[in-house]
């Protein structure tokens, strides 16, 4: 069974940077598989952050790329999201999910449960 | 980029009722990259629908997904008390995940 589990501060302060991990168990990231970071604004819908792939390939939302970074640490079994400069508009639920192909098809079949960051002072 | 729009924004019905949600693409897509996910509030989104039309494991065939090119589908058969969510479709590149704004199926 896979498994995903965000953590990470519940409280950021404006301009500094946001960082959260994500941990997998019941599977090795090292195995295959795009791991991603979505997030979701309170009561609005959801939005990509960036996906890596366990070689280290990653791809950014056009909209945050100059703010982003996800890596990987395969020793961990993790994989990291850094935010910067943050304001008020990133507070949001921020996910963790595994994508990837199966029989041909594309999809985010595993989400962690999600943890909600808030940006103030 | 593909941009996914949903359609509508809410839908108020009782239980028992048949609905359709529809979900655009803003250019062709293939269908083997379109998915549909439900929301609870508080919970993460859950997989019903991969491929455009395949069940994922454990969903009730209730669920039916259809559609191909730039128009998709989720139809819900029979509502049941534990189907008011929010309901996301995606368009899953290896490059880019995009999702529609979501449909909020609400009781009536």
């Known amino acids: 069974q896979v498994q995903l589990q965000e953590s990470g501060p519940g409280l950021v302060k404006p301009s500094e940077t946001l960082s959260l991990t994500c941990s997998v168990s019941?599977?090795?990231?090292?195995?295959?598989?795009?791991w991603g970071w979505i997030r979701q604004p309170p009561g609005k819908g959801l939005e990509w952050i960036g996906s890596?792939?366990?070689?280290?390939?990653?791809y950014y939302n056009p909209s945050l790329q100059s703010r982003v970074t996800i890596s990987v640490d395969m020793s961990k079994n993790q994989f990291s999201l850094k935010l910067s400069s943050v304001t008020a508009a990133d507070t949001a639920v921020y996910y963790c999910?595994?994508?990837?192909?199966?029989?041909?098809?594309?999809?985010?079949?595993?989400w962690g449960q999600g943890t909600l960051v808030t940006v103030s002072s | 980029e593909i941009v996914l729009t949903q359609s509508p924004g809410t839908l108020s019905l009782s239980p028992g009722e048949r609905t359709t949600l529809s979900c655009r693409a803003s250019?062709?897509?293939?269908?083997?990259?379109l998915a549909w996910y439900q929301q609870k509030p508080g919970q993460a989104p859950r997989l019903l629908i991969y491929?455009?039309?395949s069940r994922a494991t454990g969903i009730p065939d209730r669920f039916s997904g259809s559609g191909s090119g730039t128009d998709f589908t989720l139809t819900i058969s029979r509502l049941e008390p534990e189907d008011f969510a929010v309901y996301y479709c995606?368009?899953?590149?290896?490059?880019?995940?995009?999702f529609g704004q979501g449909t909020k199926v609400e009781i009536k």
């Open positions: 890596i792939y366990h070689s280290g390939s990653y």
């Open positions: 250019q062709s897509v293939s269908s083997s990259y």
């Open positions: 995606q368009h899953y590149g290896n490059s880019f995940w995009t």
């Open positions: 491929g455009a039309s």
């Open positions: 999910a595994r994508g990837g192909c199966s029989g041909g098809y594309c999809y985010s079949h595993y």
């Open positions: 019941g599977y090795s990231i090292n195995s295959g598989h795009y």
